[in-house]
């Protein structure tokens, strides 16, 4: 069992948690004006709290690729989502989502992002600009998931792998039109990663498993497959390993996509538009990696 997230006074900022195990407020700071200390310090309190919320952020889409540099050095290019190309930043992701608009949400999944990819995101930086009644963002901590396991599932899923595939996901969850499915199987994605990964910066376990791209384990027959899947899945689901974050416009959530999963909740979509822009960090030296049982490397502490 992990010990409870307690507040914390940072160099540049003050973080306040929100619950016992997942998700902090950042207080006393406009994240575009982290000195390479303060940046240092957010990493810290990311991997820490798993899901950061600012409020009164309104950052600009290159504030937003200032921070999320801070944690990869590379910026996510979706293959298949709407993005702000045409204004110069195809690093930026566009949840849209028009109050006349009919289309199925996407975004009501329990999920990591992009883990068809060899390199998925190793954070986002979300920003809301309009957000309907009740189209809230749910986190989950994958580390207090895996913590919550039997021993004798933690050692079964320590020992599998996944295959993660974006045309399966596209498939499987009805996603837009036949142009829509077309896009995605001519960029198709098809990874395989650890069911159980060591976490790059904690080394802490956690379920990297989610109702998205997972469309099978690695060598097991589809029956066991997919009942072992729905297992860790459900673990997403625990209200005690969730935190909830009811959207204002200018509001950033950062999240880290390899401890925690995440669920857009649809909300009154006869209320408002949805709108939101996301800008997400990658690393070539940084892929998922199986946990082999080790103990946790102690973070450096902040003074
Ligand atoms: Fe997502």
Same mark, same amino acid.
């Given at each position: 069992?992990?010990?409870?997230?307690? =507040?914390?006074?940072?160099?540049?900022?003050?973080?306040?948690?929100?619950?016992?195990?997942?998700?902090?407020? *950042?207080?006393?700071?406009?994240?575009?004006?982290?000195?390479?200390?303060?940046? =240092?310090?957010?990493?810290?309190?990311?991997?820490?709290?798993?899901?950061?919320?600012?409020?009164?952020?309104?950052?600009?889409?290159?504030?937003?690729?200032?921070?999320?540099?801070?944690?990869?050095?590379?910026?996510?290019?979706?293959?298949?989502?709407?993005?702000?190309?045409?204004?110069?930043?195809?690093?930026?992701?566009?949840?849209?989502?028009?109050?006349?608009?009919?289309?199925?949400?996407?975004?009501?999944?329990?999920?990591?992002?992009?883990?068809?990819?060899?390199?998925?995101?190793?954070?986002?930086?979300?920003?809301?600009?309009?957000?309907?009644?009740?189209?809230?963002?749910?986190?989950?901590?994958?580390?207090?998931?895996? $913590?919550?396991?039997?021993?004798?599932?933690?050692?079964?899923?320590?020992? *599998?792998?996944?295959?993660?595939?974006?045309?399966?996901?596209?498939?499987?969850?009805?996603?837009?039109?036949?142009?829509? *499915?077309?896009?995605?199987?001519?960029?198709?994605?098809?990874?395989?990663?650890?069911?159980?990964?060591?976490?790059?910066?904690?080394?802490?376990?956690?379920?990297?498993?989610?109702?998205?791209?997972?469309?099978?384990?690695?060598?097991?027959?589809?029956?066991?497959?997919?009942?072992?899947?729905?297992? =860790?899945?459900?673990?997403?689901?625990?209200?005690?390993?969730?935190?909830?974050?009811?959207?204002?416009?200018?509001?950033?959530?950062?999240?880290?996509?390899?401890?925690?999963?995440?669920?857009?909740?649809?909300? $009154?979509?006869?209320?408002?538009?949805?709108?939101?822009?996301?800008? =997400?960090?990658?690393?070539?030296?940084?892929?998922?990696?199986?946990?082999?049982?080790?103990?946790?490397?102690?973070?450096?502490?902040?003074?």
């Amino acid at each position: 069992m992990q010990a409870a997230l307690e =507040a914390r006074d940072y160099s540049q900022f003050r973080v306040v948690p929100r619950t016992p195990v997942i998700g902090g407020w *950042i207080e006393g700071c406009h994240l575009s004006e982290l000195n390479e200390r303060g940046m =240092a310090d957010l990493r810290d309190a990311l991997w820490t709290y798993g899901a950061l919320f600012a409020r009164k952020q309104n950052l600009s889409f290159d504030q937003m690729k200032q921070v999320a540099l801070g944690f990869g050095d590379r910026l996510e290019k979706h293959t298949f989502a709407p993005t702000m190309a045409d204004e110069g930043h195809p690093e930026v992701m566009v949840v849209r989502k028009l109050k006349t608009d009919h289309a199925k949400a996407t975004t009501d999944l329990w999920h990591h992002d992009v883990t068809a990819r060899k390199h998925p995101n190793i954070m986002s930086v979300l920003q809301a600009s309009e957000v309907p009644f009740g189209a809230d963002t749910m986190w989950a901590s994958m580390t207090s998931a895996f $913590d919550r396991l039997p021993d004798a599932l933690k050692v079964l899923f320590s020992s *599998i792998e996944m295959e993660h595939d974006s045309l399966y996901l596209a498939m499987r969850h009805d996603f837009g039109d036949e142009a829509m *499915i077309e896009k995605i199987a001519a960029n198709r994605e098809h990874a395989v990663h650890p069911a159980v990964v060591g976490h790059h910066a904690t080394g802490k376990p956690c379920l990297f498993v989610g109702n998205a791209y997972i469309q099978r384990i690695k060598g097991y027959e589809a029956e066991v497959s997919e009942a072992l899947i729905k297992i =860790a899945n459900d673990m997403s689901k625990v209200p005690e390993l969730q935190v909830r974050h009811q959207w204002e416009p200018g509001d950033v959530a950062m999240w880290d996509n390899i401890g925690t999963t995440h669920y857009g909740v649809s909300g $009154d979509v006869t209320s408002g538009s949805r709108l939101l822009h996301r800008v =997400a960090a990658w690393s070539e030296s940084m892929k998922p990696t199986a946990w082999a049982g080790q103990t946790a490397t102690p973070l450096k502490a902040a003074a």
